[in-house]
Structure formats: structure tokens, C-alpha cells
């Protein structure tokens, strides 16, 4: 049976529909498999999640021009790897649900999540239970330019 990780961020619903539907497809397609959605942020920073989740839902429907700008802001690789460093916790709350859940496979649907693994495998390199985790070099965050 393989155990398949969907991490989601719920800031909007479109992360959380895509890993629903793909936590749906994969148990369509094989029903033995195991698919367990998780919002990571929520576990990990569940008061702080709430405001920002609530901020977020704001600033996007009552000054979308806002939320674009901020956007633009921080779609700066420099800045971006900048702040993957202030995200200690949240790397070291990821390192344990993978040591806890031993998945077969890790989806994110958020992009935050992607570049946290390849932290944790670039300090630790995959642990025994979760080789079967692979990342890639060629992660990226997506450009809205």
C-alpha cells in the first residue's frame, strides 16, 4: 500500500481543491493507497495561521491591487531564501510528520513546502524508512511576471 503526503496551505481554497483532488484521484485510481491531506502552517502555527489566513481573505477581496504588489515583492529569489531561513519551525515541524508518517510520496501543493524538503534533505539527506522521497535540484518558485 503506498502512503501518499498531500501538504496544502489554506490561504484561499486553491491549494486545498487541488490537494482534495488529488488526494480523490489517487484513491480512484488505486484504492489501496493512502492519501492524507495535511496543512503543514495549520499544525505548526495554528494561532498565527488563523490571522494571516484572515488577513490574507481580506487583502485579497477588498484590495486585490494590494495583495499584487505584495506578491510582486516577494517573488524575488533573494529575498525568497531570505525568508526560507525564518521558517525553523516550520522545517523542523515538516522533519517530523515525514519521520512520523513515513510517506511513499510527498505532493505539495503549496511552494513553500517543496523548498523546506530540500532543506531538510540537503542538511540530513533522506532518512531510513523515506528514501523513497526524492526532490529535485530544479525547484523553483513560480514567477507571476
Given at each position: ?14 491549494h ?102 530540500q532543506?531538510?534533505f ?24
Open positions: 500500500m503506498k502512503k501518499v503526503l498531500i501538504l496544502t496551505a489554506s490561504y484561499g481554497d486553491g486545498n481543491a487541488a490537494a482534495r483532488s488529488l488526494r480523490d484521484a489517487i484513491v480512484m485510481l488505486d484504492g489501496q493507497a493512502k492519501a492524507k491531506v495535511v496543512d503543514l502552517f495549520e499544525i505548526v502555527h495554528p494561532t498565527l495561521n488563523s490571522v494571516m489566513k484572515k488577513g490574507y481573505q481580506a487583502v485579497v477581496c477588498y484590495a486585490p491591487a494590494l495583495w499584487s504588489g505584495v506578491y510582486r515583492f516577494f517573488d524575488k529569489p533573494r529575498l525568497f531564501k531570505r525568508q526560507m531561513q525564518g521558517l525553523g519551525k516550520l522545517r523542523r515541524g515538516l522533519g517530523e510528520l515525514l519521520s512520523r508518517e513515513q510517506p511513499d510520496v510527498v505532493v505539495s501543493t503549496y511552494p513553500v513546502y517543496a523548498h523546506l524538503i532543506q531538510i540537503e542538511a540530513t539527506g533522506p532518512k531510513e524508512g523515506n528514501s523513497n522521497i526524492q526532490h529535485s535540484e530544479k525547484l523553483q518558485t513560480p514567477s507571476c511576471s
